[in-house]
């Protein structure tokens, strides 16, 4: 730069970039002169996660946004409903791959059935909470979806095939075709662990599409929820949080140091699933078995260099424990029920606020998950379609690893960033490569 400067330098600047030139050498070949803490620290802090540049991007594979280019079948094999069950996100991926499925079969698609599940004790059926018309213009060339059924079968109620408990290598064409063609009109809950990459392209497309790209909340429910995410002050983080009593309990794990009030709800609902102990809880733990407390997520955010005066918005179920071990660290803490008016907030239901909490997720700048669910797999891959790239699931197996080691403080936080910088280079966990395909940046 200075040689080439066409105008005359003065020599003082001379002097002055020659001292520092000599004090970025000195410090360059001296690396191990070890830096006073506190600069280490400031210096550090200056980038956040986000900063971080990536190195692999997932995106929406070719073969689905293509996927309705293979003509659909000139005949229909029959009827399929899926029937859903479980929470809002649980309903959700088993609609998914039911629409694959009733692809797969050459099946024209009734609307799913979303059942009353008695972990909400509330009915709200697959229209309540999501745009039945915009699902069948987004599916349109994917798989044939129909409203209403012919008035011959109309008037029965389907037979029913649960796939749900069957596991490996499972064929729909083997095992569920031939009830279609007998029945002519089935319902199906998918199974849990199914062969989707022995799919033809097109039937993953559906499931793709269904699950990522024709899903819209209802009209009433989507004014609500961008409602409550124009009252979020910006820029903001959206958590998951969970550390819930029914969760912590079926972990099977034991914390000390939380509140007698928190171990008596964690107790009662521990029925008789019983904690590990000794050295099988040390293992357990290790493996990454362990719900995150609120007090340890927030070191982590810190180890994350996620600012302190960062706005949160607390994505979670009413029941979270401890929270002031989070909220003493970061209090710019955003919770719905401060948010929505009392009453409106009294007589919702679990499945609206489940969907309030997934729509300000796949809108909120950063998403950051303790936990790696149902709602989080769907929240990450929504985003990562929407082109938002601040996604992050916290280690809870690297948090257990780290700490048995010994590792605390300033060390501890040195290696939990190492940790999730890698995830966040390479993408880890921002997208499930069932629908999303690698693409190096
Ligand atoms: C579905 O139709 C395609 C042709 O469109 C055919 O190749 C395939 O074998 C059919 N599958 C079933 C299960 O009927
Ligand atoms: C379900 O809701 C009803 C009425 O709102 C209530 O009476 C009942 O106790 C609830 N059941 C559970 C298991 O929460
Ligand atoms: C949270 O954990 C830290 C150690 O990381 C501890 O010093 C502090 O007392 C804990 N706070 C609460 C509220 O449990």
Redesign the pocket.
Known sequence: MIQTAAVPVKPLFIVLVATLSLLLLVSLLSPHTPLPQSSSVSLSEKVDIWSVKRMVEWRPCEWWLQGHLTAL?AKS?GYIRVDCYGGLNQMRRDLCDGVGVAR???ATLVLPKFEVAAYWNESSGFADVFDVDYFIHQMNGFVKVVKELPSEIASREPVHVDCSKRKGHFDY?ESV?PSLLKHHYIAITPAMSQRRDRYPKYAKAALCQACYSALRLTRSLEKKASDLLEAIPKPFLSLHLRFEPDMVAYSQCEYSGLSAVSMNAIEAARGDKKPWTGELAQIWRKRGKCPLTPNETAFMLQALHIPKTTNIYLAAGDGVMELEGLASVYKNIITKSAILSGDDFASMHGNTKAALDYYVSINSDSYIATYFGNMDKMVAAIRAFKGLYKTLFLSRRAFADLTSKGLEGEELMQALWKAHMDDFVMGIGSALPDCFCEFKL
């Open positions: 079948p094999n797969l079969l050459n064409i075709l």
